[in-house]
């Protein structure tokens, strides 16, 4: 008899136990992209040592996917921007600003690089703000 109790609380127990269905993933649909994005500041130098530097700007919240990515073009030569350098980041959709800082690696010590920014959503659209041609001068070894 105590064993058929103990089958019966053991039995009653385990259909007590709840049964967790996965669940997808609620993805949002992307935030209504903004009619005009423009550079608020910069773009400029935020940091920089002899083989690498990070660029740093600030738009207006361009909305669209939540994945965007800043992007720079940069060379020796003002009118050779061939070298891309490229960061993502995650937009808040709460802010009314994003800042893109994108990190530039295997430069040469003591060389000025040329460079123009621009951003673009994770499907490859851009933002539609592009700056104007600007200069960095990366510092010697050990500065």
């Not at 773009?43 to 740093?56: F, G, H, Q, Y």
């Not at 960095?136 to 500065?143: A, E, V």
Request: glycine share 8%.
């Amino acid at each position: 008899m105590r064993l058929l109790f103990l089958a019966l609380a053991i039995t009653g127990c385990a259909l007590r136990i709840p049964v967790v269905e996965p669940v997808a993933a609620q993805v949002p649909s992307p935030a209504k992209k903004a009619a005009r994005i423009r550079i608020t500041k910069g773009p400029e130098l935020e940091s920089a040592v002899d083989n690498l530097t990070i660029i740093r700007w600030t738009t207006t919240n361009p909305g669209g996917t939540d994945v965007h990515y800043g992007i720079v073009q940069y060379g020796t030569d003002p009118k050779d921007l061939s070298q891309t350098a490229k960061n993502s980041i995650r937009l808040n959709r709460g802010h009314a600003e994003t800042t893109f800082r994108v990190r530039i690696d295997g430069l040469k010590p003591r060389t000025t690089y040329y460079y123009t920014v621009t951003s673009e959503e994770s499907n490859g659209n851009s933002d539609g703000a592009k700056s104007t041609v600007n200069k960095f001068t990366t510092p010697g070894p050990g500065r």
